[in-house]
């Protein structure tokens, strides 16, 4: 499967949409914490047994992507989309099936392990495909595509919640909703497979600068720098700290309030979802375009810096007001997503566009860290504190101070990137072989 070259006049702003099919779907996992209760209830689960599909479905979005990136690269975006299609929409019909006969693992399987691979094969995707048709403008175009993977469960999440009060909320409830979530992804999906393309030549854009000038870095070479690793670092500590907060969402926000005069209903609290993922969403356009005018380092010092204090200030009067904590888990959450959108652009400023989706790729292997560590962390806590007798805010505070310790972290790791070392930079001949050999002659 070649990938399709965009025939004279095609528009390039035809590319972001195709994109968002892909993220849109895919973007559901945000969504998780809607099935948890019901799963805990249905199956006899824990919290920390409940998060481990999501979990699992993230180790092998990073894992997907650092090995499969060189692929994807070089099979081309169509085909790296049917792979995400076909994996995504098999991993939800699996766990039906292990929803429908009771048995847990399957849904580990299904949704954590299968549909995790089309996560991180899906995500990469429309990566270089984008920054090669938006040179101008990497990281507006890289925002717009990966904005739909966080406002993906600004759709599932009341589709979610409202499958499950249709169908019920037991097993077989749980079943039919992940069904109906396979077939319906499958054909969503399939739409960008159909519109994608990719650039005739190197200069898109009338005038505009080309995808593969200045610095150009190959991921083999990238993953031996300090600049890679500082940016692993960085990655890592900012999903941490909210992944674990966006995986717990839904019962934390009914936990911190439960002891007041004005309960969170199960209702509310899918709703409460659904805005982080509009946060999400929103921070990944936002600031990921805001980024391209202040520059890379400096918008992570505001997620890194400003992320931290609106966990303080969670941790210490959240549960005084709903207002305040609201605003603060938005705030997070749209750092959260801005983070991951500016973060190709970050890579491709450093390291060049020759290979910035198997980089890119390479580094997702931190969110894959950070999936496993943030729920962790938030799970198991919240798990002991429950088990000494404590209840409402207090369920969290440790872990809300751990991930201001993170974001300090991420933030030293940041002040310390750097230009890549001319060393480490390759020819603008080999750069040209390899470009012509990977274009093929004629359009698809």
Same mark, same amino acid.
């Given at each position: 499967?070649?990938?399709?070259?965009?025939?004279?006049? /095609?528009?390039?702003?035809?590319?972001?949409?195709?994109?968002?099919?892909? =993220?849109?779907?895919?973007?559901?996992?945000?969504?998780?914490?809607?099935?948890?209760?019901?799963?805990?209830? &249905?199956?006899?689960?824990?919290?920390?047994?409940?998060? *481990?599909?999501?979990?699992?479905?993230?180790?092998?979005?990073? *894992?997907?992507?650092?090995?499969?990136?060189?692929?994807?690269? +070089?099979?081309?975006?169509?085909?790296?989309?049917?792979?995400?299609?076909?994996?995504?929409?098999?991993?939800?019909?699996?766990?039906? @099936?292990?929803?429908?006969?009771?048995?847990?693992?399957?849904?580990?399987?299904?949704?954590?392990? !299968?549909?995790? %691979?089309?996560?991180? %094969?899906?995500?990469?995707?429309?990566?270089?495909?984008?920054?090669?048709?938006?040179?101008? +403008?990497?990281?507006?175009?890289?925002?717009?595509?990966?904005?739909?993977?966080?406002?993906?469960?600004?759709?599932?999440?009341?589709?979610?919640?409202?499958?499950?009060?249709?169908?019920?909320?037991?097993?077989?409830?749980?079943?039919?909703?992940?069904?109906? =979530?396979? %077939?319906?992804?499958? !054909?969503?999906?399939?739409?960008?497979?159909?519109?994608?393309? !990719?650039?005739?030549?190197?200069?898109?854009?009338?005038?505009?600068?080309?995808?593969?000038?200045?610095?150009?870095?190959?991921?083999?070479?990238?993953?031996?720098?300090?600049?890679?690793?500082?940016?692993?670092?960085? @990655?890592?500590?900012?999903?941490?700290?909210?992944?674990?907060?966006?995986?717990?969402?839904?019962?934390?926000?009914?936990?911190?309030?439960?002891?007041?005069?004005?309960?969170?209903?199960?209702?509310?609290?899918?709703?409460? !979802?659904?805005?982080?993922?509009?946060?999400?969403?929103?921070?990944?356009?936002?600031?990921?375009?805001?980024?391209?005018?202040?520059?890379?380092?400096?918008?992570?010092?505001?997620?890194?810096?400003?992320?931290?204090?609106?966990?303080?200030?969670?941790?210490?009067? $959240?549960?005084?007001?709903?207002?305040?904590?609201?605003?603060? &888990?938005?705030?997070?959450?749209?750092?959260?997503?801005? $983070?991951?959108?500016?973060?190709?652009?970050?890579?491709?400023?450093?390291?060049?566009?020759?290979?910035?989706?198997?980089? =890119?790729? #390479?580094?997702?292997?931190?969110?894959?860290?950070?999936?496993?560590?943030?729920?962790?962390?938030?799970? /198991? %806590?919240?798990?002991?504190?429950?088990?000494?007798?404590?209840?409402?805010?207090?369920?969290?505070?440790?872990?809300?101070?751990?991930?201001?310790?993170?974001?300090?972290?991420?933030?030293?790791?940041?002040?310390?990137?750097?230009?890549?070392?001319? +060393?480490?930079?390759?020819?603008?001949?080999?750069?040209?072989?390899?470009?012509? #050999?990977?274009?093929?002659?004629?359009?698809?």
């Amino acid at each position: 499967m070649s990938p399709p070259i965009a025939p004279p006049g /095609w528009s390039r702003w035809l590319v972001p949409p195709a994109a968002l099919s892909v =993220h849109l779907s895919i973007g559901q996992a945000y969504a998780w914490s809607v099935f948890k209760p019901p799963l805990e209830s &249905a199956l006899g689960l824990s919290g920390t047994q409940s998060a *481990l599909p999501f979990q699992l479905a993230i180790v092998m979005l990073g *894992l997907s992507a650092a090995f499969g990136g060189t692929l994807v690269e +070089r099979r081309g975006p169509r085909w790296a989309m049917t792979v995400a299609l076909v994996c995504f929409s098999s991993g939800f019909l699996i766990s039906a @099936l292990g929803a429908a006969a009771e048995q847990y693992w399957l849904i580990v399987l299904g949704y954590g392990f !299968v549909g995790g %691979i089309g996560l991180g %094969i899906g995500y990469i995707s429309p990566v270089s495909t984008l920054i090669k048709w938006f040179p101008d +403008r990497p990281g507006m175009a890289t925002g717009i595509a990966i904005m739909g993977f966080g406002g993906g469960a600004l759709i599932a999440s009341p589709w979610s919640a409202q499958m499950l009060e249709s169908f019920g909320s037991d097993s077989s409830g749980i079943a039919l909703a992940f069904l109906v =979530h396979g %077939i319906s992804y499958a !054909v969503f999906m399939t739409l960008g497979v159909l519109l994608v393309r !990719v650039p005739r030549g190197e200069g898109p854009v009338a005038g505009g600068p080309s995808a593969v000038e200045g610095v150009q870095v190959s991921a083999r070479s990238a993953v031996r720098t300090p600049q890679f690793w500082c940016l692993w670092v960085v @990655l890592c500590m900012n999903v941490t700290a909210g992944i674990g907060i966006l995986e717990k969402a839904a019962p934390m926000i009914k936990d911190f309030f439960a002891d007041t005069s004005t309960p969170v209903s199960a209702s509310a609290a899918a709703g409460f !979802v659904a805005l982080l993922s509009a946060a999400n969403m929103a921070g990944r356009i936002g600031w990921s375009s805001t980024s391209d005018l202040i520059g890379r380092k400096n918008v992570y010092r505001v997620y890194l810096g400003v992320g931290a204090l609106m966990y303080a200030l969670i941790a210490l009067v $959240g549960d005084s007001s709903k207002p305040l904590f609201v605003l603060c &888990a938005l705030v997070i959450l749209s750092f959260y997503g801005g $983070g991951f959108a500016t973060i190709p652009a970050y890579l491709k400023d450093l390291f060049g566009a020759y290979q910035v989706g198997a980089i =890119h790729g #390479r580094l997702l292997t931190a969110w894959s860290t950070a999936g496993v560590l943030g729920p962790l962390i938030v799970n /198991w %806590i919240a798990d002991r504190q429950e088990e000494a007798g404590r209840h409402g805010s207090s369920l969290y505070t440790l872990s809300l101070f751990i991930m201001i310790g993170l974001l300090a972290v991420g933030f030293v790791a940041n002040e310390l990137v750097r230009p890549v070392h001319a +060393r480490h930079h390759i020819s603008a001949q080999k750069e040209a072989a390899d470009v012509a #050999r990977q274009q093929p002659e004629s359009a698809a």
